[in-house]
T-cell receptor
Framework: AQSVTQPDIHITVSEGASLELRCNYS??????LFWYVQSPGQGLQLLLK??????LVQGIKGFEAEFKRSQSSFNLRKPSVHWSDAAEYFC????????????FGKGTLLTVNP | NAGVTQTPKFQVLKTGQSMTLQCAQD?????MSWYRQDPGMGLRLIHY???????DQGEVPNGYNVSRSTTEDFPLRLLSAAPSQTSVYFC????????????FGQGTRLTVV
């Protein structure tokens, strides 16, 4: 069975600083990979996704992620964090070419200091 | 432009009561799923459907029933609520199982006392 690990439960950064959120997955074949963001009391919004091809993918709000097969990782990055980026971030894997049977990591809560 | 609509947004139940969480999508999506979100646990798949009349269990199906009589609707039923079912429930839909993403509703916060 597939699994997703987000090693950092809580990260605090200063506004304007760079950000990297880590995600490691376990799956035998090439997975579908997603990053979702959740603001307090809200649903999940897709930031970006990887299915195949170019391993560096661009998303909304200035986020990008890089798929590294050798490390089973799909880390999320942003060069300069804004206060509005404070939220919880979830990495998810869809096994077997699935986007409806997702396995999520436990999430990383991002706090942005002014 | 409704997308995925969940009702109600909030609900308090007593132990043993039954209820149905509603989920409707207007995007003609074939695939729909239910997840529950608990603090520190991320989201976990309860049930999913690959089309009208077809449902299957996810990771945590116990205590929940589903049916899919139409493409648009995918209700989640709690037959006898338990405090362990206190959670935030999310419904999601997607157009196909190919390279596309799932769209999520705004969630239903359920408290069982």
């Amino acid at each position: 069975a597939q699994s997703v690990t987000q090693p950092d439960i809580h990260i605090t950064v200063s506004e304007g600083a760079s950000l990297e959120l880590r995600c490691n997955y376990s799956y035998g074949a090439t997975p579908y990979l997603f990053w979702y963001v959740q603001s307090p009391g809200q649903g999940l919004q897709l930031l970006l996704k990887y299915f195949s091809g170019d391993t560096l993918v661009q998303g909304i709000k200035g986020f990008e992620a890089e798929f590294k097969r050798s490390q089973s990782s799909f880390n999320l990055r942003k060069p300069s964090v804004h206060w509005s980026d404070a939220a919880e971030y979830f990495c998810a894997v869809g096994a077997g070419g699935s986007n409806y049977k997702l396995t999520f990591g436990k999430g990383t809560l991002l706090t942005v200091n002014p | 432009n409704a997308g995925v609509t969940q009702t109600p947004k909030f609900q308090v139940l007593k132990t043993g009561q039954s209820m149905t969480l509603q989920c409707a999508q207007d995007m003609n999506h074939e695939y729909m799923s239910w997840y529950r979100q608990d603090p520190g646990m991320g989201l976990r798949l309860i049930h999913y459907s690959v089309g009208a009349g077809i449902t299957d269990q996810g990771e945590v199906p116990n205590g929940y029933n589903v049916s899919r009589s139409t493409t648009e609707d995918f209700p989640l039923r709690l037959l006898s609520a338990a405090p362990s079912q206190t959670s935030v429930y999310f419904c999601a839909s997607s157009i196909s199982t190919g390279p596309s993403e799932a769209f999520f509703g705004q969630g239903t916060r359920l408290t069982v006392v």
